[in-house]
């Protein structure tokens, strides 16, 4: 089965650690995205990429880092900078362009502060 | 910049009644819109989008919705809800912007469904 996938599905973080969210995908897409989901907030973008090796910042990139190292993966690592790092995390994958594209998510972790 | 206005956080309806749930849109150019639905400690799952040609557009789980460009809204519908449809819905917009397709999202409607 085609898909997206995040691990963990919970993740714990204590003051002044660094933590990586790992998202994959088998779509064979070549943009990946980065969400973050609070109450009442809808979703905000982190960070995106268009293709391997290359990524861009999205609205609230402050206190997170990325990486694209393989067209498959596109980790997100949330350091010690983000100070309000509660919250849940989306992956996205984009298919197609114009009036075909549509993105498709994964499943999500929760990250939670010891 | 585009934006998504969703009315209303909370909406209740009864098993049966008919499910409305509002998105208005601001853009100076036709747009792409979605809507999505995501259950308690999920991703989201396209229900349905909009990009050109027929303005009612048909989506999963018996959903639609109507692009009415002089209102600026993408309303989204149901004409009988089921206990299966309490989850939250977003409505979201594409905007091309630096040679990338971004959705801005709304911030979200509960729907809850009365027994």
């Known amino acids: 089965d085609g898909g997206i996938t995040q691990s963990p599905k919970y993740l714990f973080r204590k003051e002044g650690q660094n933590v990586t969210l790992s998202c994959e995908q088998n779509?064979?897409?070549?943009?990946m995205y980065w969400y973050r989901q609070d109450p009442g907030q809808g979703l905000r973008l982190i960070y995106y990429s268009q293709i391997v090796n290359d990524f861009q910042k999205g609205d609230i990139a402050e206190g997170y880092s990325v990486s694209r190292e393989k067209k498959e993966s596109f980790p997100l690592t949330v350091t010690s900078a983000q100070k309000n790092p509660t919250a849940f995390y989306l992956c996205?994958?984009?298919?197609?362009?114009?009036?075909?594209?549509?993105?498709?998510f994964g499943p999500g972790t929760r990250l939670l502060v010891l | 910049a585009q934006s998504v206005t969703q009315l209303g956080s909370h909406v209740s309806v009864s098993e049966g009644a008919l499910v409305l749930l509002r998105c208005n849109y601001s853009?100076?150019?036709?747009?792409?819109l979605f809507w999505y639905v995501q259950y308690p400690n999920q991703g989201l799952q396209l229900l349905l989008k909009y990009t050109t040609g027929a303005t009612l557009v048909k989506g999963i789980n018996g959903f639609e919705a109507e692009f009415k460009k002089s209102e600026t809204s993408f309303h989204l519908t149901k004409p009988s809800a089921h206990m299966s449809d309490a989850a939250e819905y977003f409505c979201?917009?594409?905007?091309?912007?630096?040679?990338?397709?971004?959705?801005?999202f709304g911030t979200g409607t509960r729907l809850k469904v009365l027994a």
């Open positions: 779509l064979n897409h070549d943009a």
């Open positions: 979201a917009v594409s905007d091309y912007y630096s040679g990338t397709y971004k959705y801005i």
């Open positions: 996205a994958s984009r298919a197609g362009q114009g009036n075909r594209e549509t993105q498709y």
């Open positions: 853009s100076s150019v036709p747009p792409y």
